[in-house]
């Protein structure tokens, strides 16, 4: 299989984990007060590695879209030789409310000759999210209306939440989450705690496993891991995906934050 189908198949995973990441106290540059806890609004910039090699780059931003709201967005596209066999040119816009549950999304997306726009509103009122899909090359359209949680997260939320807590090893947490056409309840667990180093320096963390695969929210087969800082910023230091063959691990890398 070309690497350019493998990148093709986790792309949205890795669009969506992106968008979770806050890399505070890892680059140079402004750093937030003591004082402040996340979340903050900010915006970064890191690479996605497959097979030791680049396969794409992101620059996510995290900002208030109201007094109340969250707005995080993304924009993914392909590098090297995954751009010359199968470029994606992504665009990825999250609202949440002040918990991260979801409010609307959508997700712009550009790959090899394909092009379709995903729209989700969520209607808290009535305890449903509308899913609008369209192929703007084929012009076809899907819609459809699914019952969900009071408070009901898309992946980005979800784990965004999930760095705002304080969940320890042997502890796990059950959230509802949808992509649209259904709803689950993901389990997220504390695994253990790790030293894990980013540009030469060790930060104490704790690791986690969110089973998002196996047919719960993604019908493939894989893991997803990530290492979780202990100190009051709780920072992402590292996502890896284990899909199996023929994609095997893919994993997400830090390179430069800054604070908005």
């Not at 000759?113 to 012009?139: A, G, P, Q, W």
């Not at 042997?170 to 992509?179: A, E, F, K, R």
Request: charged share 25%; net charge positive.
């Amino acid at each position: 299989m070309h690497c350019s189908d493998s990148f093709r198949r986790c792309r949205c995973i890795l669009a969506l984990l992106a968008l979770a990441l806050a890399v505070s106290g890892l680059t140079r540059g402004q750093q937030p007060s003591k004082d402040i806890k996340f979340p903050y609004p900010e915006r970064l910039t890191y690479r996605i590695e497959w097979r030791l090699v680049t396969a794409g780059n992101a620059v996510v931003q995290l900002s208030r879209g109201a007094p109340d709201d969250w707005e995080i967005n993304l924009h993914l596209e392909s590098a090297g030789l995954v751009s010359r066999l199968f470029r994606v040119l992504d665009n990825y816009k999250v609202v949440s409310n002040d918990q991260f549950c979801g409010t609307n999304s959508t997700f712009d997306a550009q790959e090899g000759k394909r092009h379709i726009v995903t729209r989700l509103r969520f209607d808290n009122s009535r305890h449903k999210v509308e899913y609008d899909e369209r192929d703007l090359v084929k012009n076809t359209s899907e819609k459809k209306d699914l019952d969900i949680a009071p408070c009901t997260y898309e992946v980005v939320g979800a784990l965004a939440a999930l760095r705002a807590m304080n969940l320890q090893p042997g502890h796990q947490v059950n959230l509802p989450m949808t992509n649209g056409k259904k709803l689950v309840s993901v389990k997220i667990e504390g695994v253990s705690k790790e030293n894990i180093t980013v540009d030469g320096k060790s930060y104490p963390s704790t690791k986690y496993e969110a089973f998002l695969f196996d047919n719960v929210l993604f019908k493939r087969r894989g893991r997803l891991f990530l290492w979780i800082t202990d100190d009051k910023d709780r920072i992402p230091l590292e996502f890896r995906l284990h899909l199996g063959f023929p994609t095997g691990t893919v994993t997400l890398q830090l390179e430069k934050r800054e604070l908005l």
